[in-house]
């Protein structure tokens, strides 16, 4: 309810039963990724056993990918989705997505992070993350 109560007052465009479904999907989907990586520690853990070729998924940019292409073929029309990135070029650079439209800053788009919480989708607008200063990928 607070995701899509966030997308629904981003713009006066944007449709309230979209923002309800593709809340519900998203959150729902950001799990089911988790689980498909078989995410059971913390993140930079997670990454470790990666890096040891111990598991295959569940970098930042994994998540990114998979709910783009999630997100793409749902076709949702009221809102368009932008990866974002902090730290570019740097050992702990992040990525992620934004939820936007033309009429939306990029400061007051919303950040959808699966990786940060192991499945468990982190929201804001890009101006309220005090974890990360984001940019446009």
């Given at each position: ?12 465009h ?48 994994h ?75």
């Open positions: 309810k607070k995701l899509s109560t966030l997308i629904s007052k981003s713009s006066k944007i449709d309230k039963q979209e923002a309800e479904e593709f809340s519900k999907n998203i959150i729902l989907y950001s799990s089911f990724l988790a689980k498909s990586y078989e995410v059971n520690t913390h993140p930079l853990i997670h990454n470790t056993l990666i890096n040891l070729n111990l598991k295959e998924k569940g970098l930042c940019y998540y990114a990918n998979d709910l783009l292409k999630y997100i793409k073929y749902k076709n949702f029309k009221s809102f368009k989705f932008k990866k974002i990135v902090s730290n570019r070029n740097d050992y702990f650079e992040h990525t992620a997505l934004i939820l936007t439209r033309d009429d939306i800053s990029f400061e007051n788009s919303i950040v959808l992070d699966a990786w940060r919480d192991a499945g468990n989708l982190y929201f804001s607008r890009v101006k309220n993350d005090k974890k990360y200063i984001w940019e446009l990928k």
